[in-house]
């Protein structure tokens, strides 16, 4: 309630938010979380909490009156459908050169997301985050964030046998015949629960075409496991459809936080202040940045470091799909859930770790499609607009170049290899790469520049950094696992010096 003094307010509720929540909350400290999204507890009309991906409605997107997915086109058509204007999970942003899809709602990127938990190899985390002790990382943090997270690995025998993977052994051969080497990928998704999906013992959630929407079942999002602990303290308090504008320094000590309550239409309903000792920051890569260079550019927290808003990037992120023989088929089945990848990062004339996709479209399409991470060095600033009152990204496409260049290397070199071409229908009408989007944003306030090197806002004292944004643009691999073990590092730290 607006006037309301709290101790700890955590701004959204992804990873490290959760991360921030639980371990406050363990400390004895009432934490307060306040996310823009709905909670996802309820059923609707149909009795499922998440639509699927096959027949989309309102719960897919976030506030736009259709749907926009990733996988955009398919054989000359789009395949994006007009639904309501609604909170739903799964958002677009849009910036002048890119797109990044982000999770909304009570678990953040958890609700939307692929579950690939890894973790990232350990020359390039200390190469990227040189500051932070890799002993400490590998040693404490990265186990502990794994284990809350609850990560498993397929039973490589079922693997090997179920029609559900067909997709990922085919692109494992291909990839293998043309010299690369290819790794299981661990996941938060239960395998257990999938083979009793695939046995008919359960709701298919993962065997049933759902997961940028939400998994219905099977997936351990944040909400089943850092913030189902954090809550089970009696400590922790979340109000949903709540979008922190600003943070002021409070009059005495503290800061105000400003908030727009909005409506499932995403009216503003009314707006509210609340004044809390210590706030963290934990709207995402973009969320963050968003909000702290706006403050800095208002004069709001005019001393924070010019560091803030720079060092963002887009993990390299480039999609593209292959057309197979009819003899390599990736099968009508399709699990959602991502479990292989080609891991050729230590190659420096194509440096990329790439996800083996999914495309679960209920027919054979012959496709294997691929998530490639690539070592591209571009970065981009977030910097206030006077003009609009918005804060722009200055990513242009162009700087993707250098990441297709490395996928290329890879994805030609297997087409030679078999005899085969790129699709260029899915991205658009012919458009080979999926370079105009984005699923891994990261940095903006980037660990030990624009903020300490345990996520303290510099100059402005009870102000943290928590998420995606300490990270500098590329992690090397899908980056949840990194950005957990990162907040469970610098939130011991700030328990221990201070909360008191
Ligand atoms: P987020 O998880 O984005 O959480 C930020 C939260 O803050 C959101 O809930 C948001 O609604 C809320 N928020 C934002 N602004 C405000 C505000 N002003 N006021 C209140 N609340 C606010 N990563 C992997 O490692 N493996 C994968 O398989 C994988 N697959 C992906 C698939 C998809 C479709 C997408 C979209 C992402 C995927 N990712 C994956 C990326 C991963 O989900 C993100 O890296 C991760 O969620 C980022 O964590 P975070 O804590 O930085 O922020």
Known sequence: NSGDRVPALVIGSGYGGAVTALRLTQAGIDTHVVEMGRSWDTPGADGKIFCGMLNPDKRSTWLSTSTDQPVSNFMGFGINKSVDKYVGVLDSEKFS???????????????????????????????????????????????????????????????????????????????????????????????????????????????????????NAGKKSLDKTYLAQASATGKLTITTLHRVTKVAPAAGAGYDVTMEQIDEQGNVVATKTVTADKVFFAAGSVGTSKLLVAMKAQGILPNLSGEVGEGWGNNGNIMVGRANHMWDATGKDQATIPTMGIDNWSDPAAPIFAEIAPLPAGLETYVSLYLAITKNPERARFQFNSGTGKVDLSWAQSQNQKGIDMAKAVFDKINQKEGTIYRTDLFGVVKTWGDHFTYHPLGGCVLNKATDNYGRLNGYPGLYVMDGALVPGNTGVNPFVTITALAERNIDKIIATDMH
Do not use: H
Not at 128 to 140: A, G, K
Not at 167 to 191: C, E, H, I, L, M
């Open 97 to 215: 050169g890119i797109k990044v899809y982000q999770g909304r709602g009570v678990g953040g990127g958890s609700l939307a997301n692929g579950g690939m938990a890894v973790t990232p190899k350990r020359a390039w985390f200390e190469e990227i985050l040189p500051s932070v002790d890799s002993n400490e990382m590998y040693n404490t943090f990265f186990p502990r964030a794994n284990a809350t997270l609850g990560v498993n690995t397929i039973d490589q025998t079922w693997f090997e046998s179920t029609p559900w993977y067909q997709f990922a052994r085919t692109g494992r051969k291909t990839a293998q015949r043309s010299g690369f080497a290819t790794t299981f990928v661990p996941n938060v998704y239960d395998f257990e629960y999938m083979k009793k999906e695939a046995a008919g013992q359960v709701t298919k959630s993962g065997l049933g075409g759902e997961v940028i929407y939400g998994n």
